[in-house]
Protein backbone atom coordinates (compact mmCIF):
# COMPACT_ATOMS: atom_id res chain seq x y z
CA UNK A 1 0.00 0.00 0.00
CA UNK A 2 1.44 3.42 -0.98
CA UNK A 3 2.54 5.64 2.14
CA UNK A 4 -0.22 8.13 2.95
CA UNK A 5 -3.31 6.06 1.94
CA UNK A 6 -5.56 4.89 4.67
CA UNK A 7 -8.13 2.47 3.53
CA UNK A 8 -11.66 3.95 4.20
CA UNK A 9 -12.96 2.96 7.98
CA UNK A 10 -16.32 1.84 7.94
CA UNK A 11 -18.87 4.06 10.00
CA UNK A 12 -19.64 3.65 13.69
CA UNK A 13 -23.31 3.54 12.75
CA UNK A 14 -23.15 1.33 10.10
CA UNK A 15 -24.56 3.49 7.65
CA UNK A 16 -23.31 2.58 4.49
CA UNK A 17 -24.42 -1.09 4.65
CA UNK A 18 -27.87 -0.56 4.81
CA UNK A 19 -30.17 -1.05 1.47
CA UNK A 20 -32.41 1.52 0.79
CA UNK A 21 -35.81 0.19 0.99
CA UNK A 22 -38.63 1.75 -1.28
CA UNK A 23 -38.27 4.35 -3.98
CA UNK A 24 -37.66 7.99 -3.65
CA UNK A 25 -41.24 9.53 -4.95
CA UNK A 26 -40.69 11.33 -7.88
CA UNK A 27 -40.58 15.09 -8.49
CA UNK A 28 -43.86 14.35 -9.76
CA UNK A 29 -45.49 12.29 -6.88
CA UNK A 30 -44.27 14.68 -4.40
CA UNK A 31 -46.38 17.61 -6.31
CA UNK A 32 -49.31 15.91 -6.20
CA UNK A 33 -49.09 14.63 -2.79
CA UNK A 34 -48.26 18.78 -1.95
CA UNK A 35 -51.71 19.70 -4.58
CA UNK A 36 -54.14 17.44 -2.75
CA UNK A 37 -53.22 18.45 0.83
CA UNK A 38 -52.98 21.88 -0.21
CA UNK A 39 -56.70 20.87 -1.54
CA UNK A 40 -58.16 19.08 1.51
CA UNK A 41 -56.55 22.33 3.49
CA UNK A 42 -58.68 24.08 1.67
CA UNK A 43 -62.30 21.84 2.52
CA UNK A 44 -61.47 20.80 5.67
CA UNK A 45 -59.30 22.95 8.10
CA UNK A 46 -57.85 20.51 10.26
CA UNK A 47 -58.06 21.46 14.12
CA UNK A 48 -54.20 23.80 15.10
CA UNK A 49 -53.34 21.20 17.16
CA UNK A 50 -53.98 18.03 14.40
CA UNK A 51 -50.56 16.13 13.24
CA UNK A 52 -50.41 16.76 9.30
CA UNK A 53 -51.01 13.46 7.90
CA UNK A 54 -49.80 12.80 4.12
CA UNK A 55 -53.27 12.24 2.14
CA UNK A 56 -53.64 8.54 1.07
CA UNK A 57 -54.36 7.45 -2.55
CA UNK A 58 -57.16 5.41 -2.18
CA UNK A 59 -57.91 3.64 -5.14
CA UNK A 60 -55.44 1.41 -5.42
CA UNK A 61 -56.33 -0.19 -2.49
CA UNK A 62 -59.81 0.08 -1.86
CA UNK A 63 -61.22 0.27 -5.41
CA UNK A 64 -64.73 1.59 -5.93
CA UNK A 65 -67.49 0.60 -3.05
CA UNK A 66 -70.89 1.41 -1.93
CA UNK A 67 -71.27 5.54 -0.54
CA UNK A 68 -71.84 5.56 2.89
CA UNK A 69 -75.10 5.96 4.29
CA UNK A 70 -76.46 9.19 4.58
CA UNK A 71 -74.74 10.58 1.48
CA UNK A 72 -76.71 13.30 -0.23
CA UNK A 73 -74.55 13.52 -3.23
CA UNK A 74 -76.75 16.45 -4.79
CA UNK A 75 -76.97 18.13 -1.31
CA UNK A 76 -77.53 21.88 -2.02
CA UNK A 77 -74.11 22.57 -0.48
CA UNK A 78 -71.98 20.12 -2.21
CA UNK A 79 -74.00 21.46 -5.23
CA UNK A 80 -72.61 24.87 -4.88
CA UNK A 81 -69.16 23.93 -4.07
CA UNK A 82 -68.65 22.23 -7.53
CA UNK A 83 -70.21 25.46 -8.99
CA UNK A 84 -68.00 27.43 -7.32
CA UNK A 85 -64.80 25.67 -8.01
CA UNK A 86 -66.25 25.13 -11.76
CA UNK A 87 -66.33 29.44 -11.49
CA UNK A 88 -62.98 29.67 -10.51
CA UNK A 89 -61.55 26.82 -13.20
CA UNK A 90 -63.28 28.53 -16.18
CA UNK A 91 -64.75 31.87 -15.18
CA UNK A 92 -65.65 33.16 -18.98
CA UNK A 93 -66.42 30.06 -21.24
CA UNK A 94 -68.69 30.35 -23.98
CA UNK A 95 -69.45 27.84 -26.97
CA UNK A 96 -66.08 26.72 -28.83
CA UNK A 97 -68.18 26.51 -32.15
CA UNK A 98 -67.21 29.52 -34.44
CA UNK A 99 -70.84 31.60 -35.73
CA UNK A 100 -71.89 34.82 -36.37
CA UNK A 101 -75.83 34.00 -36.20
CA UNK A 102 -78.42 32.25 -34.93
CA UNK A 103 -78.42 30.01 -38.05
CA UNK A 104 -74.95 29.36 -38.02
CA UNK A 105 -75.13 28.30 -34.53
CA UNK A 106 -77.46 25.73 -35.50
CA UNK A 107 -75.63 24.60 -38.34
CA UNK A 108 -72.70 24.31 -36.43
CA UNK A 109 -74.01 22.10 -33.36
CA UNK A 110 -75.78 19.61 -36.06
CA UNK A 111 -72.78 19.38 -38.36
CA UNK A 112 -70.88 18.51 -33.97
CA UNK A 113 -72.41 15.37 -33.23
CA UNK A 114 -70.07 12.55 -33.37
CA UNK A 115 -67.63 15.40 -34.28
CA UNK A 116 -65.20 17.67 -32.25
CA UNK A 117 -65.54 21.17 -32.29
CA UNK A 118 -61.86 21.87 -33.85
CA UNK A 119 -62.90 19.67 -36.51
CA UNK A 120 -66.31 21.82 -37.40
CA UNK A 121 -64.93 25.02 -37.19
CA UNK A 122 -61.95 24.10 -39.53
CA UNK A 123 -65.25 22.85 -41.77
CA UNK A 124 -67.54 25.85 -41.39
CA UNK A 125 -65.77 29.16 -42.33
CA UNK A 126 -65.91 27.83 -46.19
CA UNK A 127 -69.03 26.10 -45.73
CA UNK A 128 -70.60 29.86 -44.95
CA UNK A 129 -68.83 31.60 -47.77
CA UNK A 130 -69.84 29.48 -49.67
CA UNK A 131 -73.48 29.15 -48.59
CA UNK A 132 -74.05 32.41 -46.81
CA UNK A 133 -77.85 32.75 -45.69
CA UNK A 134 -80.20 30.48 -44.34
CA UNK A 135 -82.15 30.82 -47.61
CA UNK A 136 -78.71 29.34 -50.03
CA UNK A 137 -78.51 26.58 -47.42
CA UNK A 138 -82.52 26.44 -48.45
CA UNK A 139 -81.54 26.06 -52.00
CA UNK A 140 -79.60 22.82 -51.83
CA UNK A 141 -80.40 19.19 -52.10
CA UNK A 142 -78.77 17.16 -49.17
CA UNK A 143 -76.89 15.77 -51.86
CA UNK A 144 -75.29 18.85 -52.92
CA UNK A 145 -74.06 19.29 -49.37
CA UNK A 146 -72.68 16.32 -48.57
CA UNK A 147 -69.35 16.78 -50.06
CA UNK A 148 -68.89 20.00 -47.99
CA UNK A 149 -69.54 18.79 -45.09
CA UNK A 150 -68.42 15.36 -45.40
CA UNK A 151 -64.94 15.41 -42.72
CA UNK A 152 -67.45 15.75 -40.01
CA UNK A 153 -68.60 12.47 -40.35
CA UNK A 154 -72.15 11.42 -40.81
CA UNK A 155 -72.36 13.56 -43.63
CA UNK A 156 -75.89 11.99 -45.19
CA UNK A 157 -77.47 12.53 -42.48
CA UNK A 158 -75.73 15.82 -41.01
CA UNK A 159 -76.65 17.53 -45.11
CA UNK A 160 -80.31 15.94 -44.56
CA UNK A 161 -80.62 17.90 -41.18
CA UNK A 162 -79.05 20.98 -42.22
CA UNK A 163 -81.39 21.53 -46.06
CA UNK A 164 -84.04 19.93 -44.18
CA UNK A 165 -83.86 22.71 -41.27
CA UNK A 166 -82.97 25.66 -44.16
CA UNK A 167 -86.01 25.13 -45.69
CA UNK A 168 -88.20 25.11 -42.68
CA UNK A 169 -87.16 28.00 -41.27
CA UNK A 170 -87.54 29.46 -44.76
CA UNK A 171 -90.99 28.23 -45.05
CA UNK A 172 -92.76 28.38 -41.30
CA UNK A 173 -90.52 30.92 -39.87
CA UNK A 174 -89.95 33.98 -42.10
CA UNK A 175 -85.75 32.85 -42.75
CA UNK A 176 -85.51 33.45 -38.92
CA UNK A 177 -84.65 30.59 -36.87
CA UNK A 178 -87.29 30.62 -33.64
CA UNK A 179 -86.06 31.52 -30.48
CA UNK A 180 -88.79 29.30 -28.94
CA UNK A 181 -87.91 25.65 -27.79
CA UNK A 182 -91.02 24.38 -29.43
CA UNK A 183 -90.61 25.78 -33.04
CA UNK A 184 -87.17 24.79 -32.66
CA UNK A 185 -87.53 21.42 -31.93
CA UNK A 186 -89.91 21.53 -35.55
CA UNK A 187 -86.82 21.70 -37.26
CA UNK A 188 -85.47 18.16 -38.62
CA UNK A 189 -82.44 17.10 -36.85
CA UNK A 190 -82.77 19.50 -34.01
CA UNK A 191 -83.15 18.10 -30.74
CA UNK A 192 -83.06 19.46 -27.38
CA UNK A 193 -79.21 19.18 -27.02
CA UNK A 194 -78.99 21.89 -30.20
CA UNK A 195 -82.17 23.80 -29.15
CA UNK A 196 -80.52 24.64 -25.86
CA UNK A 197 -76.90 25.52 -27.52
CA UNK A 198 -78.60 28.05 -29.53
CA UNK A 199 -81.35 29.46 -27.21
CA UNK A 200 -78.37 29.66 -24.18
CA UNK A 201 -75.66 30.89 -26.35
CA UNK A 202 -77.00 32.85 -29.06
CA UNK A 203 -80.93 34.33 -27.56
CA UNK A 204 -78.95 34.16 -24.18
CA UNK A 205 -82.41 32.33 -22.77
CA UNK A 206 -81.99 29.50 -20.27
CA UNK A 207 -84.55 27.08 -21.24
CA UNK A 208 -82.73 24.12 -20.33
CA UNK A 209 -79.00 22.38 -19.37
CA UNK A 210 -77.18 21.48 -22.93
CA UNK A 211 -76.26 17.64 -22.04
CA UNK A 212 -73.74 16.54 -24.88
CA UNK A 213 -71.22 13.89 -24.21
CA UNK A 214 -69.16 16.12 -21.98
CA UNK A 215 -71.85 16.54 -19.39
CA UNK A 216 -73.75 13.24 -19.71
CA UNK A 217 -70.30 11.74 -18.63
CA UNK A 218 -68.82 14.21 -16.06
CA UNK A 219 -72.33 14.43 -14.67
CA UNK A 220 -72.51 11.13 -13.56
CA UNK A 221 -69.04 10.90 -12.43
CA UNK A 222 -69.84 13.80 -10.09
CA UNK A 223 -72.79 11.91 -8.97
CA UNK A 224 -75.54 14.30 -10.05
CA UNK A 225 -77.25 12.36 -11.55
CA UNK A 226 -77.96 8.48 -12.04
CA UNK A 227 -79.59 8.50 -15.31
CA UNK A 228 -77.74 7.61 -19.01
CA UNK A 229 -80.66 8.93 -20.80
CA UNK A 230 -80.11 12.75 -22.04
CA UNK A 231 -83.33 13.93 -21.37
CA UNK A 232 -83.68 12.11 -17.52
CA UNK A 233 -80.07 13.84 -17.30
CA UNK A 234 -81.18 17.21 -18.32
CA UNK A 235 -84.37 16.81 -15.78
CA UNK A 236 -82.16 15.95 -13.25
CA UNK A 237 -79.53 18.90 -13.61
CA UNK A 238 -82.41 21.75 -13.69
CA UNK A 239 -83.83 20.91 -9.96
CA UNK A 240 -80.35 21.36 -8.56
CA UNK A 241 -78.58 23.87 -10.52
CA UNK A 242 -80.25 27.68 -10.08
CA UNK A 243 -81.53 28.91 -13.20
CA UNK A 244 -79.52 31.41 -13.64
CA UNK A 245 -76.42 29.44 -13.84
CA UNK A 246 -77.40 26.48 -16.62
CA UNK A 247 -76.10 28.21 -19.47
CA UNK A 248 -72.77 28.54 -17.70
CA UNK A 249 -72.93 25.50 -16.37
CA UNK A 250 -72.98 23.21 -19.44
CA UNK A 251 -69.94 25.79 -21.02
CA UNK A 252 -68.13 25.15 -18.07
CA UNK A 253 -68.60 21.25 -18.05
CA UNK A 254 -68.11 20.85 -21.51
CA UNK A 255 -64.83 22.68 -21.01
CA UNK A 256 -63.74 20.51 -17.91
CA UNK A 257 -64.18 17.50 -20.48
CA UNK A 258 -62.41 18.71 -23.13
CA UNK A 259 -59.27 19.89 -20.56
CA UNK A 260 -59.42 17.22 -17.86
CA UNK A 261 -62.12 15.35 -17.19
CA UNK A 262 -61.91 12.90 -20.51
CA UNK A 263 -63.51 10.01 -21.46
CA UNK A 264 -60.65 7.31 -20.56
CA UNK A 265 -57.93 8.26 -18.36
CA UNK A 266 -59.37 11.57 -16.69
CA UNK A 267 -56.40 14.01 -15.22
CA UNK A 268 -57.81 13.48 -12.25
CA UNK A 269 -54.21 14.70 -10.11
CA UNK A 270 -54.90 18.08 -11.77
CA UNK A 271 -58.34 18.60 -11.47
CA UNK A 272 -59.55 21.36 -8.72
CA UNK A 273 -62.91 18.71 -7.71
CA UNK A 274 -60.78 16.14 -6.95
CA UNK A 275 -61.38 15.75 -3.38
CA UNK A 276 -65.51 16.38 -3.76
CA UNK A 277 -65.44 14.08 -6.67
CA UNK A 278 -65.97 10.08 -5.99
CA UNK A 279 -65.91 8.75 -9.82
CA UNK A 280 -65.54 4.69 -9.85
CA UNK A 281 -63.29 5.30 -12.51
CA UNK A 282 -61.25 8.59 -11.59
CA UNK A 283 -57.60 7.81 -12.44
CA UNK A 284 -55.92 8.72 -9.10
CA UNK A 285 -58.05 9.61 -6.08
CA UNK A 286 -57.28 10.92 -2.60
CA UNK A 287 -61.50 10.18 -1.51
CA UNK A 288 -63.18 6.87 -1.75
CA UNK A 289 -64.67 6.41 -5.13
CA UNK A 290 -67.95 5.16 -5.41
CA UNK A 291 -68.99 1.83 -7.39
CA UNK A 292 -72.23 3.68 -9.61
CA UNK A 293 -70.27 6.91 -10.07
CA UNK A 294 -68.99 6.24 -13.87
CA UNK A 295 -69.52 8.79 -16.59
S1 LIG B 1 -61.58 14.16 -10.24
FE1 LIG B 1 -61.29 13.07 -12.17
S2 LIG B 1 -63.24 12.09 -12.59
FE2 LIG B 1 -63.61 13.64 -11.01
S3 LIG B 1 -64.23 15.47 -12.14
FE3 LIG B 1 -62.03 15.60 -11.84
S4 LIG B 1 -61.11 14.72 -13.68
FE4 LIG B 1 -63.27 14.07 -13.61
Redesign the pocket.
Known amino acids: MPRGVVPRQPARTGRQDRVRVGRTPSPAKVDRIALAQSRNAVVQKAPKNQKKTKPARVKAAAGPGKPPKGYNPVAPERVSEILKRLNDLYPEVTCALTHKSAWELLVATVLSAQSTDVNVNRVTPELFRKYPTVQAFAALTPEQLEPDVRSTGFFRNKSKSVVGAAKKVVADFGGEVPEDMDKLLTLPGVARKTANVVLGTWFKKAEGVVVDTHVHR?SR??ELTKESDTQKIEQDLVKIIPRERWILFSHQIIW?GRK??FARK???VE?P??NI?H?G???WSTVEMHKGAIG
Open positions: IRLHLCPNCCLECADKT
